[in-house]
C-alpha cells in the first residue's frame, strides 16, 4: 500500500501466500507486508475475520485475496498456492504461520490435543513445502518463512507435546533449507512470549492461568513478528536469513 510518488521497497510486487492470517502475528504480518506492497494470499479457517481483513488491506489499497485454509488437507494448500498463480501469476513467499498449542502435563493424556498439533504444526508445514515447493523450483526463486516458538528452545512442563511439534518443523525447515539450491531461501522465526490468543487455548486451567499472567506482564505485540517476517523477505535473493529468535527482554 505504498503511496504514489514514494520509493518502491524491496516488497513492492511481491506474492505472498500466508497461513493462519485471520489473527495475531498473521493477521499483524499481512497488515505489514501490504503497508509494504505485497501482493497478499490470504488463508485460514475463520473465513469471516479473513475476508474482513482482506477488506480492510484493499480499502487502504492494497492487494489481497482470501481462500479458506486448514493446513491439516493437503488439498487447501494446494488451492492457496494455486489461487495465487491464477491471480497474480506466481508464488514468491510462503508463509506458514498456522499452529495450534493446547498444552498440558502428558499426565492429562489429551492425546486428541496431541494429534491436533501434529497434524497442524507438523504436517501442515509439510503440506505447504509439499504446494509450494515445485512453483519454487520452476520459477528458480520462492522463499519459505515459518513461524516456530522459543517453547523448541527452552523445554518446559505442560509443553512437551507443543515443543515436540515446534522442534519437528524446526528440524524440517533446517533440511529444506539444506536442500533448497542456491535459489530457494528458507527462515524460520521462533516468537517469545506475543500478545496473542495462544496462551488461553491452554487446555489445563492452572497453565492457562499461569500463561495468561505471564503474558498479560511481559509479552510483546504482534508487530514485533511481523516486522521480523518482513526483514527476512526484504533482504536480496542472494542473501538467506535462517533463523530469528524474537521474544520480550524481560523473558529467561
Not at 47 to 56: G, N, V
Not at 115 to 142: C, T, W, Y
Not at 160 to 170: D, P, Q
Amino acid at each position: 500500500m505504498t503511496t504514489p510518488g514514494t520509493t518502491a521497497t524491496p516488497l513492492q510486487g511481491k506474492v505472498v501466500a500466508l497461513t493462519g492470517a485471520s489473527s495475531g502475528i498473521g493477521e499483524a504480518t499481512a497488515l505489514l507486508l501490504a503497508g509494504r506492497g505485497a501482493r497478499l494470499v490470504l488463508g485460514a479457517r475463520r473465513t469471516d475475520r479473513l475476508d474482513a481483513l482482506a477488506e480492510r488491506i484493499t480499502a487502504e489499497g492494497g492487494e489481497a485475496v482470501t481462500a479458506r485454509t486448514d493446513v491439516r488437507r493437503a488439498e487447501d494448500l494446494a488451492a492457496l498456492v494455486a489461487l495465487a498463480q491464477e491471480r497474480f501469476g506466481r508464488l514468491d513467499v510462503l508463509v506458514g504461520n498456522a499452529g495450534v498449542g493446547p498444552v498440558a502435563p502428558l499426565d492429562d493424556l489429551r492425546t486428541q490435543d496431541w494429534e491436533d498439533m501434529i497434524d497442524i504444526n507438523v504436517k501442515g508445514l509439510l503440506h505447504g513445502i509439499a504446494a509450494a515447493l515445485p512453483v519454487f523450483r520452476a520459477q528458480r526463486s520462492g522463499h519459505f518463512v515459518t513461524t516456530l516458538s522459543t517453547a523448541g528452545l527452552r523445554i518446559v512442563p505442560g509443553q512437551v507435546v507443543y515443543a515436540a511439534s515446534k522442534n519437528a518443523a524446526r528440524t524440517i525447515c533446517e533440511g529444506l533449507r539444506q536442500e533448497a539450491g542456491p535459489h530457494i531461501r528458507v527462515t524460520s522465526v521462533s516468537p517469545g512470549f506475543v500478545h496473542t490468543d495462544f496462551a488461553g487455548s491452554a487446555a489445563d486451567p492452572r497453565l492457562r492461568a499461569e500463561l495468561l499472567a505471564r503474558r498479560d506482564e511481559i509479552a510483546i505485540p504482534p508487530d514485533a513478528i511481523a516486522r521480523a517476517i518482513g526483514y527476512a523477505i526484504e533482504q536480496p535473493d542472494d542473501v538467506d536469513v535462517n533463523e530469528i529468535v524474537v521474544r520480550p527482554t524481560a523473558q529467561s
